[in-house]
């Protein structure tokens, strides 16, 4: 079956513009997880959804970084007024659920660059 | 001091060597074991993962916890170009707490 999907690949914009991240998990999965990773920063964790309800926000960075997510499945991440050091990968995973946190399934990520 | 340390690297070896890339943690607390492999522009994919001391094979693989020196490891034995990757150790607490705590990732270069 198709794997994690993320939206767009690339994006690069102005320092100060707002961006929306899209994932699509995998089909039944329950658990959603969003990481950051930058170069010799490792995976940074920043919220997990379980279903549409999110128990763990503890990584968002600030309160420019917000995420939802709808119907069980797709989920968005907004970064209003982007700063420099807002560039990153971007990553979503999914797993079966919140017991099976140990496999998650990643997507390619999205390339976020503020210039 | 982090709960999970990884030295970075780069590490590079020749093909068919024996590779061996370990991590350390802080917290006794933790249960699962996991090794992801992420390539270039690609998200990160689980390799294995264990739960218990001791060692667990998958072909080439060889995953290796000990719990009493807090200390894991992975072997890749008969390295292959296509093994250049960089290897994240992940772990997780036991109980409710099932959030994963993640190395910085090694990386490694096997070169023909």
């Known amino acids: 079956g198709a794997g994690v999907s993320q939206s767009p690949s690339n994006k690069v914009t102005e320092k100060g513009k707002d961006v929306e991240l899209r994932c699509d998990p995998i089909?039944?999965?329950?658990?959603l997880y969003w990481y950051r990773q930058s170069l010799g920063q490792g995976l940074e964790f920043l919220i997990y959804?379980?279903?549409?309800?999110?128990?763990?926000k503890s990584g968002l960075p600030s309160d420019r970084f917000s995420a939802e997510r709808t119907g069980g499945s797709v989920s968005t991440l907004t970064i209003q007024r982007t700063q420099q050091e807002d560039s990153a990968v971007y990553l979503c995973?999914?797993?079966?659920?919140?017991?099976?946190?140990?496999?998650?399934?990643f997507g390619p990520g999205t390339r976020l660059t503020v210039t | 001091q982090k709960e999970v340390e990884q030295d970075p690297g780069p590490l590079s070896v020749p093909e068919g060597a024996i590779v061996s890339l370990n991590c350390t943690y802080s917290?006794?607390?933790?249960?699962?074991f996991m090794w992801y492999r992420q390539y270039s522009r690609k998200g990160p994919e689980l390799l294995m993962y264990t739960y218990s001391s001791g060692n667990k094979e998958d072909g080439r693989f060889t995953a290796q916890v000990d719990k009493s020196s807090k200390y894991i490891s992975l072997f890749i034995r008969d390295s292959q170009p296509s093994d250049s990757a960089t290897y994240l150790c992940?772990?997780?607490?036991?109980?409710?707490?099932?959030?994963?705590?993640w190395g910085l990732g090694t990386s490694l270069a096997v070169n023909p």
């Open positions: 089909s039944g999965h329950t658990a």
């Open positions: 995973a999914s797993s079966l659920g919140r017991r099976s946190s140990y496999e998650q399934y």
């Open positions: 992940a772990i997780r607490y036991a109980g409710n707490n099932r959030k994963l705590i």
């Open positions: 917290n006794s607390a933790f249960q699962y």
């Open positions: 959804f379980q279903g549409n309800s999110a128990p763990d």
